[in-house]
């Protein structure tokens, strides 16, 4: 499957700890983004990477909340303790040129109890 | 700041219909427009990306239209199908980001 994958797709935790998602981009794109998609709601903007570089980041995404994508490969999207408004499916995507389509991954469901 | 509306927020049509979903932005000022399909709990798959010089894209059955002066894009889906219930997005790509629409939420009833 070469599309974009992420892991894990479920995830609950207990308020107050801390979680980690994992994005893998197709291999060829070198933009990546997160979103972040509450129910019955559209997706919202977090952060953006070109390469290994943070280019952007939503003011959504406070100070528990870190990205980083090493060697312009796979992401990781951490958030530390958790609150329940951090319950939300986080997406992510990638796409290969500027003014090309995004390709989304499958998402990854956080319920934080 | 670029706002995206989609109306309706649901839409239900017999089987076989055409139909029309719509999509507008207050800023015209846009890279491109996609359309995506998402279904309940799955993430999101893209349908149609218009270019900002671009008027219209045809895919099979659908059809998205763009007028960036009127800040208005539409999507037709030819001969509904059971198969196409799921709720559409449409996102307009603003700057470094994509700007989304909540949805219109469609059910094709057999």
């Known amino acids: 499957d070469t599309g974009v994958s992420q892991n894990p797709r479920h995830k609950i935790t207990k308020r107050g700890q801390n979680v980690t998602f994992r994005c893998d981009p197709i291999s060829e794109h070198n933009r990546l983004y997160w979103y972040r998609q509450t129910l019955g709601q559209g997706p919202e903007f977090l952060t953006y990477?070109?390469?290994?570089?943070?280019?952007?980041k939503s003011r959504l995404l406070s100070d528990r909340f870190s990205a980083e994508r090493p060697k312009g490969s796979f992401s990781t999207l951490e958030i530390q303790r958790t609150e329940q408004g951090d319950s939300a499916m986080y997406l992510c995507?990638?796409?290969?040129?500027?003014?090309?389509?995004?390709?989304f991954g499958p998402g990854t469901r956080l319920t934080v109890l | 700041k670029q706002e995206v509306t989609q109306i309706p927020a649901a839409l239900s049509v017999p089987e076989g219909e055409n139909l029309v979903l719509n999509c507008s932005f207050t800023d015209s000022a846009i890279y491109n427009l996609q359309w995506f399909r998402q279904d309940p709990g799955k993430g999101l798959t893209s349908l149609l990306l218009i270019q900002s010089s671009q008027r219209e894209q045809t895919s099979g059955r659908l059809n998205a239209s763009l007028d960036k002066s009127s800040g208005r894009s539409t999507l037709y889906i030819a001969a509904s199908q059971p198969g196409d219930s799921a709720t559409y997005l449409c996102?307009?790509?603003?700057?470094?980001?994509?700007?989304w629409g909540a949805g219109t939420k469609l059910i094709i009833k057999p």
């Open positions: 990477f070109q390469n290994e570089a943070q280019l952007e």
């Open positions: 995507a990638s796409r290969a040129g500027r003014f090309n389509e995004q390709f």
């Open positions: 996102a307009v790509d603003s700057n470094y980001q994509l700007i």
